[in-house]
């Protein structure tokens, strides 16, 4: 089992930076991979970034690539997205999610991920 506990969302202007946090409890984090989706409203939720368990390997949209990046701290048990350059269209949504099992093949698919975050609000305005 692991419980998700997202933060670090806000209101930030277009160019500006924030941090999201996923903060894990449980056994299996330190072998999950562990992915970042978002909701925008009236949009269906979809993949932004995901990470390895032991941090070998990362994928990212295609919108987000270039501005966000995707870290993880086993010792924290926290994985982390760093986005800088916002834009208006980043407003949604996000939700940290984990895959158990060691796995180096990173998913996309939301179906993939066992378990989820509350989500975070992150507002660009423009």
């Known amino acids: 089992q692991v419980q998700l506990v997202n933060s670090g969302g806000g209101l930030v202007q277009a160019g500006g930076s924030l941090r999201l946090s996923c903060a894990a409890s449980?056994?299996?984090?330190?072998?999950?991979?562990m992915g970042w989706f978002r909701q925008a409203p009236g949009k269906e939720r979809e993949f932004v970034a995901a990470?390895?368990?032991?941090?070998?390997?990362?994928l990212y949209a295609d919108s987000v690539k270039g501005r966000f990046t995707i870290s993880r701290d086993n010792a924290k048990n926290t994985v982390y997205l760093q986005m800088n350059s916002l834009k208006p269209e980043d407003t949604a949504v996000y939700y940290c999610a984990a895959d158990p099992g060691y796995h180096q093949r990173l998913e996309v698919r939301q179906y993939e991920y066992d378990y989820w975050g509350q989500g975070t609000q992150v507002t660009v305005s423009s």
């Open positions: 990470i390895s368990w032991n941090s070998d390997s990362r």
């Open positions: 449980g056994r299996t984090f330190s072998s999950s991979a």
